[in-house]
């Protein structure tokens, strides 16, 4: 079963070539103020443009943004997809996957069996969810808080359901995330930093051999070997 690997939050092109070095399909680049990954437009354009040319979908993330704001991003930028990552209605992320013509990830925030309820009214509406954890008490941010929800929720996905699981993975854990969840793709961001916004190659690296020795491990139980 393939896997989409996004790794997320890129500001620079050392950043973007260990992405693409280690197998990334997906590269993101966030477009809010608050964070310590946040890009100009104008600064993520050649950034992107570096990653499609290694082949990786390039996903706009962004938090409630308004037309204006999508609109400038979209023409700069030109990304493959839009992360919505605030609380956008599925009427506002149908208008926005109107208005751009582009595939939309929403997000959503996993603590109880409860918030998977929610995706349903999207579903037919988003072309992807993005799982991630609450963010903790305090934060500032939606994502990129390095914190995991419990896995194990996941089994109550319908099997047919297309998402990114993310928060808080890192080369350490994301072999058993990977187990519990055998999620379609995954999304990291502050797992493979050496400080907040800062993208760590050697921690890119470790990260997608983290996955490939899980996914070679299950690969060897499932054949009994
Ligand atoms: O990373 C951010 O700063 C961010 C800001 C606003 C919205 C989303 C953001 N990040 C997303 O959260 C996931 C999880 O991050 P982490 O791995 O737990 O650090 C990240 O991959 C982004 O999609």
Not at 82 to 108: C, D, I, N, Y
């Amino acid at each position: 079963m393939s896997l989409d690997i996004k790794i997320c939050g890129l500001s620079t092109p050392d950043a973007i070539d260990a992405a693409a070095a280690g197998g990334a399909s997906h590269a993101g680049f966030i477009f809010f103020e608050r964070s310590p990954r946040n890009v100009a437009p104008d600064a993520a354009a050649p950034l992107a443009a570096r990653a499609k040319a290694a082949g990786v979908v390039t996903v706009a993330v962004t938090v409630d943004a308004d037309d204006a704001m999508l609109d400038r991003i979209v023409r700069t930028v030109r990304p493959d997809m839009l992360q919505l990552h605030g609380s956008e209605s599925p009427e506002r992320v149908a208008a926005v996957r109107a208005r751009h013509g582009l595939p939309v990830m929403k997000a959503f925030a996993i603590s109880g069996r409860d918030d998977l309820k929610k995706l349903d009214a999207y579903r037919g509406v988003a072309d992807r969810f993005l799982l991630d954890a609450n963010p903790p008490k305090g934060s500032d941010l939606p994502g990129g808080n390095g914190v995991s929800f419990d896995w194990s929720l996941l089994a109550s996905l319908d099997a047919d359901t297309d998402y990114m699981l993310s928060g808080g993975l890192d080369a350490g854990n994301v072999g058993e995330a990977l187990g519990i969840a055998g999620p379609p793709g995954i999304d990291v961001s502050s797992g493979v930093e050496s400080a907040p916004g800062i993208k760590d190659a050697g921690l890119i690296e470790a990260f997608f051999l983290a996955v490939a020795e899980a996914r070679e491990q299950r690969q060897t139980a499932a054949l009994g070997v």
